[in-house]
Each structure stands twice: as C-alpha cells, then as structure tokens.
C-alpha cells in the first residue's frame, strides 16, 4: 500500500521548515518582509509545494521532475538564508540550524528521488 502524502518525511520535513521560517519572517518590518521575507517564504513554500505537486501526479517520471524544482527551490532558500544571515536579519545560531535542516531535508529529498527511480526501473 502506497504512503499518504504526509506519511512522507520529506514533506514533513519541508513542511516544517517552511512553517518555522514563516514565524521568524512574519516578526520582521515591512521592508524586510518585502524583500528577502517574501523571497525566502515562497522558496521554502515552494519545496514542499513542489514535492505535493510531484506526489499528486501518479506518474513516476513527473514525480520526479517536480522534485527536481523541490531540490532548486531548496537551494533557493539556502541562498535567502544566507541573505538575511549578511543583512542580520537572522542570527548566527539560527541561520546554522536552518542550513542544517536544509542539508538533512537535501539528502531525504535525493533519496526519495532514488527510490522513485528504483520504482521506474521495476516497472521497466
């Protein structure tokens, strides 16, 4: 029997950076949230949008092209992190804990990709 969208941990997991992100973001002032924040929310949004999209699809190949846009998007909030990190609109400690979800959410996300792969060749 095939996982439920949330069973997956690599929604979970994008999911919730996206949630914590938005918490931090939504505290900052209107310029801020203007220009990085609102970067930074719809790159980390995207993730596991992408990984929704992917899933919803039912065609493995699919599948694995809108993970494809997770893994950019991921890349895409490391860059925004870093961002707000140089404009200090992150601490030190807590841009370090978000590039590490980032590197465990990056390693979850390609080997969903290669289990996907794995079910192509399968089918093949």
């Known amino acids: 029997m095939a996982l439920e969208l949330n069973e997956l941990d690599v929604y979970n997991l994008s999911a919730s950076l996206s949630d914590d992100l938005w ?3 939504n505290n900052w002032d209107k310029f ?3 220009t990085v924040g609102k ?3 719809r790159s980390v949004d995207s993730i ?3 990984i929704s999209e992917g ?3 039912y065609a493995h190949k699919e599948n694995i092209v809108f993970c494809y846009y997770a893994r950019g998007s991921l890349i895409e909030t490391r860059n925004w992190l870093d961002r707000a ?3 200090k609109l992150i601490d030190r400690k807590s841009h370090d804990d978000f590039i ?3 590197k465990i959410l990056a390693k979850k996300l390609n ?3 290669s289990a996907i792969k794995k079910q192509i060749s399968k089918i093949k």
């Open 55 to 57: 899933y919803g699809r």
């Open 48 to 50: 596991s949008a992408n």
């Open 32 to 34: 801020s949230k203007d």
């Open 39 to 41: 970067q930074l929310v």
């Open 85 to 87: 990190l140089q404009r």
């Open 100 to 102: 590490e979800r980032i």
């Open 111 to 113: 080997a969903y990709i």
């Open 23 to 25: 918490s931090i973001v």
